[in-house]
């Protein structure tokens, strides 16, 4: 069952249009995550969602009501932010009791939906804290509790671990992955953290330029990037692009389709081969990962990047078996080729 349906939606700003025309539907239960480069559109679309912007142009429906010209307080949506917005003089219980006193629901009611929730969110111990006193893992679980006690249709989530250090995003997303197993509901998550995306989503979807450049699951989009860009955004360190002559001049024994005009090679899919490589890549920057290591050189006049648990160190040469690693090719275009093309072109 669709939740949500967004057709033909654009927005543009005295006539500077910032996304041009969006089509999308979003399941039922689903986690979707909207990402992309700052100045995509994905916060402004997360918005228009809210009702906090208006829509320009085309109908955003909500488990079949249209939501066109309806308040934000009167949509079944809740939105949590980059900042926790928590009134520092209220206890956590009374800030997330806030929204329920507003909507004029019973204070035996209110305690009751307060309580579960923060027992979900593991907060039962802090209710009688003021926001000043707790982390900011604790703070923007307090957010996300206020926002859980509406019982929305669709939760709205802006970048919202940005604020954390690394290691309390980790534990948030975490604690947002199964806050989504225990709830069941749909929810909405913008980021430009494409490891956040990856690590969330059920289905990602990329913005470039107010446009989507590709939604799937998000091993779809690593494993078989539609387009260039895609094929750069997603993934830690970002894909290698070798262009097509220059590729060739390497592996003049390997076919490509005709129209490709550059190949990509993921660092961890660039197979290191020591006894029979099909060229070599001086090394001039190492970075130790713990469990493997990343070596940056230049490969037919092009930046590379390598991540592999051999160990080399810089200005020795690393021994690369292309022909044996995992290929992607993509034309003038910059549209992925995809296998079909590529094995009957071999």
């Given at each position: 069952m669709k939740t949500l349906e967004i057709k033909q939606v654009a927005k543009a700003y005295n006539g500077h249009t910032v996304i041009p025309e969006i089509n999308l539907s979003i399941n039922d239960g689903e986690f979707v995550v909207f990402?992309?480069?700052?100045?995509?559109?994905?916060?402004?679309l997360l918005r228009m969602?809210?009702?906090l912007e208006s829509i320009t142009k085309g109908s955003i429906a909500l488990n079949g009501k249209t939501l066109n010209g309806v308040h934000p307080s009167a949509r079944e949506v809740a939105m949590v932010f980059q900042s926790y917005a928590l009134y520092p003089h209220l206890s956590v219980e009374k800030n997330m009791a806030f929204p329920l006193r507003m909507a004029g629901v019973s204070k035996s009611k209110t305690k009751q939906l307060v309580n579960e929730t923060a027992e979900k969110l593991q907060l039962s111990p802090l209710l009688k804290r003021l926001p000043g006193a707790l982390s900011g893992g604790q703070r923007q679980r307090v957010a996300i509790g206020r926002a859980i006690v509406r019982e929305p249709a669709l939760f709205l989530f802006d970048e919202p671990l940005s604020n954390l250090d690394a290691k309390l995003r980790s534990e948030m997303r975490v604690?947002?992955?199964q806050l989504h197993q225990q709830l069941k509901t749909t929810m909405i998550y913008v980021t430009h953290d494409q490891v956040e995306a990856m690590t969330?989503?059920?289905?990602?979807?990329?913005?470039?330029?107010?446009?989507?450049?590709?939604?799937?699951?998000?091993?779809?989009?690593y494993n078989q990037p539609a387009n260039k860009f895609v094929a750069a955004f997603i993934g830690s360190p970002v894909?290698?692009?070798?262009?097509?002559?220059?590729?060739?001049?390497?592996?003049?024994h390997i076919s490509l389709p005709s129209n490709t005009q550059s190949v990509g090679l993921r660092p961890n899919q660039v197979i290191v081969d020591k006894l029979h490589p099909d060229c070599h890549m001086t090394i001039s920057v190492v970075e130790p990962l713990g469990h493997a290591r990343l070596y940056y050189g230049e490969l037919a006049g092009s930046q590379?990047?390598?991540?592999?648990?051999e160990l080399y160190n810089?200005?020795?040469?690393?021994?690369?078996k292309l022909s044996d690693?995992?290929?992607?090719?993509?034309?003038?275009?910059?549209?992925?080729?995809?296998?079909?093309?590529?094995?009957?072109?071999a």
């Open positions: 990402v992309g480069p700052s100045g995509c559109g994905k916060s402004t969602i809210a009702g604690y947002l992955k969330l989503a059920d289905k990602i979807v990329v913005l470039n330029q107010g446009e989507i450049a590709q939604i799937g699951a998000p091993e779809t989009l894909m290698n692009f070798i262009p097509q002559d220059a590729f060739n001049s390497l592996l003049n590379f990047v390598v991540e592999s648990s810089c200005g020795q040469q690393l021994p690369l690693s995992t290929l992607h090719f993509f034309d003038h275009n910059e549209q992925r080729i995809n296998a079909l093309e590529v094995s009957n072109a």
